[in-house]
């Protein structure tokens, strides 16, 4: 695939970037929140809503986001300000794409610890660490003591453990992402995607494999516990938020690392059919495959009604205390458990690789620093910030950023650039980009829906949002009075972020003597005429 | 499973497997999959810029 004028880098192969864009898509949420969230949603009821809001939602913000980002790319824009810039000719536009700036960082910081803990338990479960603490409350014990969380006397893990992993972690992310988009994050989702679906279908087999448990559940009696068509429960608001959440979370939209991927594609490049593409891949590694391990699992070893509360209790519960107890009671358990943990890694890291890229664009393009020197700094942020999420992790520090930037703020970037993509730079234009190289016509009946539903959809979201949960979180309503100094603490940081991108945007556009009204000049070679492209 | 559960499953993966499906097909079948042009990687040239 070409660049647009030789000067940035381009994805090596068509499959190896819908691979990264599915890698990036797929995550955590797809194996331990999607199952969670069907099961406490009604099953089928959950599952109707779910395909709506895929096609009203996940479907057109695909598409939209794959837009703005082969449009900035035009004008050498991997960055959610220069996006915006590129499309909206006003002062304001590059500042509003100031929070596609910040939620990838911040985001990036709490994930890649996260993903350390998946490593982590990869390595003890190879080694049989947690062997012998075959009941629940014990596997949870042991994940509160890895974490650092609770009792300093009754901990089985070093104080330096997590750390050490969240280190190698970091440190694997950084190496990848300073190879680049062909040679490191590419390369990355040629490997880690086919082994990801390989894991999980393994794991998925072997739970269906499963003899009667205990009480004489199945592996069926759990995916009856997720499709149980309890229709009852459709007409609740509280369903179509759920899924409409989960279709979110699950295609990464709202977190300017899709842009940033598509940035570098030219308008020769279909955007269309690979949108399509990417959304199935991860509905597939979610409903098929991310339904049929964890819960149908803690369903044969625990029955339906342990299985519930095990979800209603979290969803790392479940990853991280229930599965290692189910390996515990299997034949090859020590490797079916790697394979978990491993399979959870690659989703994670073949997302936080994602996050980074759009800081690294930024800092590349407008500052001209080499992508090597960028991804090192952005390690040593990335370290600072994330042995603050380590050491507070019990007082609600990585709770509060995820709360922010990683559920509201995503939400928040998705309705600015639907509202920008679509109505300032209006439907026609929006539709005609979308279509530019594309191998298949969306219907038309999308251009109905990107331009009026999804963003009232976006908008009833938000403000069901920001009335249930926004207000009570700023109101600290729900932290206990010990935990207050660290959750302020915590959103002191992510302003200290917003401020210091703020100030680097201004200083970008004046170092690069931008002119907000102009627009940037385009970089195809050319016969298109600069400047006044509006597709 | 209940046949209700058992039709909402069959439903669900039919139609996301489905459409996985379609897509690589199409994609595979167009021959546009991959031109194999690579660009080298290369420091961005400000004066290019606008």
Not at chain 1, 210 to 217: E, I, Q, V, Y
Not at chain 1, 287 to 312: K, N, T
Not at chain 2, 36 to 45: H, I, L, R, V
């Amino acid at each position: 695939m070409r660049a647009h004028d030789g000067s940035r880098e381009a994805w090596g192969t068509r499959i190896g970037l819908i691979l990264a864009m599915a890698g990036n898509a797929v995550g955590l949420g797809n194996f331990l929140r999607f199952p969670v969230q069907a099961a406490d949603n009604g099953g089928g009821s959950f599952m109707v809503t779910y395909f709506v809001a895929l096609l009203l939602l996940g479907l057109p913000l695909m598409w939209i986001e794959w837009g703005i980002g082969r449009n900035g790319g035009r004008f050498r824009k991997g960055h959610m300000p220069g996006m915006f810039a590129a499309i909206w000719r006003h002062p304001a536009a590059k500042y509003t794409g100031v929070i596609g700036l910040v939620i990838p960082l911040v985001v990036m910081i709490y994930y890649t610890y996260i993903e350390s803990w998946t490593l982590a338990f990869t390595w003890f479960s190879l080694t049989g660490d947690y062997w012998g603490r075959a009941t629940q409350p014990e596997m949870v014990a042991y994940l509160r003591s890895f974490q650092g969380i609770g009792d300093p006397a009754a901990r089985v893990h070093a104080p330096w453990t997590p750390y050490a992993f969240f280190a190698v972690t970091l440190a694997i992310n950084i190496w990848i992402v300073s190879k680049g988009i062909s040679a490191g994050i590419e390369r990355l989702a040629r490997i880690g995607m086919p082994i990801l679906f390989l894991f999980a279908t393994i794991l998925a087999v072997v739970v269906c494999l499963l003899p009667a448990g205990p009480d004489g559940s199945t592996a069926a009696d759990g995916l009856n516990f997720i499709y149980a068509p309890d229709l009852s429960r459709i007409g609740q608001p509280g369903v179509w938020l759920a899924s409409a959440g989960q279709i979110f979370f699950t295609l990464s939209v709202g977190m300017g690392s899709l842009q940033a991927y598509a940035s570098y594609l030219t308008t020769k490049d279909d955007i269309a059919l690979n949108g399509v593409a990417t959304a199935a891949t991860n509905e597939t590694a979610e409903v098929v495959l991310g339904g049929s391990i964890a819960i149908p699992a803690a369903v044969v070893f625990f029955g339906v009604g342990g299985a519930m509360a095990v979800a209603q209790s979290g969803a790392f519960n479940l990853g991280f205390a229930t599965m290692p107890v189910v390996f515990q009671q299997l034949p090859s358990g020590q490797l079916l458990g790697a394979l978990w943990f491993s399979l959870l890694f690659f989703a994670g890291i073949t997302s936080s690789v994602a996050m980074l890229t759009p800081i690294i664009a930024f800092f590349r393009e407008e500052f001209g620093f080499r992508r090597e020197a960028v991804s090192l700094a952005a390690g040593i942020v990335t370290a600072l910030f994330g042995l603050m999420h380590i050491a507070w992790l019990e007082h609600g520090f990585l709770d509060e950023w995820d709360y922010w930037a990683g559920t509201f703020g995503l939400v928040v970037l998705a309705f600015l650039e639907t509202i920008i993509f679509v109505w300032i730079f209006e439907p026609e234009n929006a539709w005609r980009s979308i279509h530019q190289g594309a191998d298949i016509r969306i219907p038309r009946v999308f251009k109905f829906v990107m331009t009026f539903v999804t963003p009232a959809y976006l908008l009833v979201i938000l403000l069901w949002w920001g009335w249930q949960d926004a207000l009570p979180i700023l109101r600290m309503e729900r932290v206990a009075p010990g935990d207050e100094p660290y959750v302020l603490l915590s959103r002191l940081v992510i302003v200290f972020f917003a401020v210091v991108f703020t100030l680097l945007v201004r200083a970008a556009w004046r170092r690069n003597a931008y002119d907000d009204r102009a627009g940037f000049v385009e970089a195809l070679p050319a016969a298109t005429p600069a400047k006044e492209v509006n597709l | 499973m209940t046949p209700g559960a058992i039709v909402f499953m069959i439903a669900s993966w039919s139609l996301v497997l489905g459409l996985t499906a379609w897509s690589f097909g199409r994609i595979l079948r167009d021959g546009r999959a991959s031109d194999g042009e690579k660009t080298a990687p290369e420091e961005a040239d400000p004066a290019d810029r606008r």
